[in-house]
């Protein structure tokens, strides 16, 4: 067997990168021979230089490129990944090789996708988020501030000004998805696709090729088992993660201040300088490295999780589990999966200030509950935990059972 893993992004950016690169080592020591294919470097360090074979073309995300126009073109679809991926795979085997996509859309563009499957080699998407059909990638309208309801790419979605920066910025988009499926093939040529969750995956597959298979493969959670932490004994409640509008980082912030209660920010992102304005109290991080993420959860009485967005997982309410401390998470994304309500964590009404600022006042009065919460979710987690060896025996026998499928 013989893999290649695709992503945008060398580095961990966000959820999706960390999971393509952590499955790289898990892969290598199973004896897969895997190729690790990045746009944008640098290339992590702990990505295994000896086993792994590494390839980065080097090319900017479209942010950071300083020709806008370049941007646009190369954004859409961008011939010079496609070239050398052509490259790359020439003298492979496609019955005996599988091409896992993990994100395209900030460098990489659909023509990775289009070359793959052109030269005849099974291609697996893991689904991070929606960009698959949905042209700004949330299923979201930014300037409302609420989750899409539209039919993608219908007239009135495209009619919808619902981008995060501008309706120009939108009709880009709308301009790229229609590439990306005429000529990219995703998603009207994928036939096998990686959902992480239930909640992701209903509101995917309508949309998505109806012969296409889905497999379910976990998230890795890269926290080795320790004592859990002692929440009843901690006073801080922490976010973690991009500080914008639609992570939720104002309700919390809101709601904290309604509490009177420690609201800590690991993270960074455009809201960060305006919380202050909404609580004076906030503490702000800014971004730490894995170490310091664990230490942030482990000193904390609670996570809070308040992202207005669906999400399709909400990976670090897993990791607070796995330390053993209990989130507060919104009801109207897919973290709320991970959640017993009153017995793992708290759930609140997405976007309701008033609703999370009763639940943080909750567990800042109440430490034993706080800790019984944290005690049942370390339980739960860890009779079931989602470990980079289930990862990668999943993700194997994925690839055994695509690349053995006549279709």
């Not at 002692?230 to 201040?257: C, Y």
């Not at 987690?381 to 194997?396: D, K, N, V």
């Amino acid at each position: 067997m013989r893999v290649f893993v695709l992503n945008d992004y060398g580095f961990i950016s966000g959820g999706a990168a960390q999971v393509a690169i952590s499955s790289l080592n898990g892969l290598a020591d199973a004896g897969v021979d895997v190729t690790f294919i990045s746009s944008v470097g640098p290339i992590d360090p702990d990505i295994r230089r000896d086993r792994i074979r590494i390839v980065n073309f080097g090319f900017h995300d479209l942010l950071e490129n300083p020709s806008r126009i370049e941007a646009s073109v190369r954004g859409i679809w961008d011939s010079r990944c496609a070239d050398q991926l052509r490259e790359l795979l020439d003298g492979c085997d496609p019955s005996e090789t599988i091409i896992h996509l993990h994100a395209w859309v900030k460098s990489l563009s659909s023509s990775v996708a289009q070359v793959a499957m052109s030269l005849g080699f099974k291609v697996v998407c893991t689904l991070h988020d929606y960009f698959s059909i949905c042209p700004n990638g949330g299923l979201y309208n930014f300037p409302q501030q609420r989750p899409c309801l539209l039919r993608p790419m219908s007239f009135r979605c495209v009619a919808s000004n619902c981008d995060s920066r501008s309706y120009a910025q939108k009709l880009w988009r709308v301009g790229r998805q229609v590439v990306q499926d005429k000529v990219g093939g995703i998603p009207s040529r994928l036939k096998y696709f990686i959902t992480v969750s239930d909640y992701s995956e209903s509101l995917l597959r309508p949309w998505l090729p109806s012969a296409a298979k889905f497999y379910r493969v976990r998230n890795p959670v890269e926290i080795k088992r320790t004592d859990p932490a002692t929440v009843g004994g901690n006073s801080a409640f922490t976010f973690i993660g991009r500080i914008s509008v639609e992570k939720g980082p104002d309700v919390f912030a809101a709601g904290a201040g309604l509490a009177s209660v420690r609201a800590v920010f690991v993270g960074s992102g455009p809201r960060q300088e305006s919380l202050v304005s909404i609580n004076a109290s906030v503490k702000l991080q800014g971004w730490r490295d894995r170490a310091g993420v664990i230490q942030a959860i482990q000193e904390s009485r609670a996570l809070v999780f308040p992202s207005l967005l669906h999400e399709t997982q909400g990976l670090v309410v897993l990791e607070a589990a796995a330390l053993g401390v209990p989130a507060i998470v919104s009801d109207a994304c897919a973290a709320k999966e991970a959640i017993i309500d009153g017995e793992t964590g708290l759930l609140f009404r997405s976007g309701d200030v008033s609703d999370l600022s009763t639940k943080l006042k909750l567990l800042n009065r109440d430490p034993e509950l706080a800790a019984r919460l944290g005690a049942r979710a370390y339980e739960r987690y860890w009779s079931a935990p989602s470990t980079i060896e289930i990862h990668t025996a999943q993700l194997i026998a994925c690839y055994g059972e695509i690349l053995g499928s006549s279709e």
